[in-house]
């Protein structure tokens, strides 16, 4: 009983290490309708660490992704996928970071990344955020709101 003690202990220790050696990657569908409604990037946001990617899925045809230039670290690389594109993207700058499907972007069609903790640009992504047509300015908002 002790040994399985130990044994299960060590893993987790192994576990842990190889965690923070690993960057992660988190996938976000492109979808006609989701839990939020229609139009929208699943989930709409979501907290990455320096070297961390983003994988975009053309789930449902009839999307692109690429980024919002004014919610974009500085000197960070803009990114324009081509419609029905799977985009990669790692994020080698702490700060937050903004993207939308083009044909639904008055939709609020959007997903926010923050990197780090985003101090860089996160508050004048916020301020750009409140500048948008109004169904985008709620998803910002609500993609924002659930951040850490
Ligand atoms: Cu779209």
Not at 69 to 84: E, Q, R, Y
Not at 142 to 148: I, S
Request: charged share 15%.
């Amino acid at each position: 009983m002790f040994r399985m003690t130990l044994a299960a202990g060590a893993t987790a220790v192994a576990l842990a290490l190889a965690g923070q050696a690993t960057a992660a990657e988190i996938q976000v569908k492109m979808l006609d309708r989701g839990a939020q409604g229609v139009m929208v990037f699943e989930p709409s946001s979501a907290n990455f660490k320096v070297g961390d990617t983003v994988r975009f899925l053309p789930t449902n045809p009839g999307h692109n992704v690429e980024t919002i230039s004014t919610m974009l670290p500085p000197g960070a690389t803009p990114v324009k996928g081509a419609m029905n594109q799977e985009v990669v993207v790692k994020f080698t700058k702490p700060g937050v970071y903004g993207f939308k499907c083009l044909p639904h972007w008055g939709f609020g069609m959007v997903f926010v990344a923050k990197v780090g903790d985003g101090s860089p640009n996160l508050a004048a992504a916020q301020a750009a955020a409140a500048k948008t047509p109004p169904m985008t300015k709620k998803r910002l908002a609500a993609a924002f709101a659930a951040l850490k």
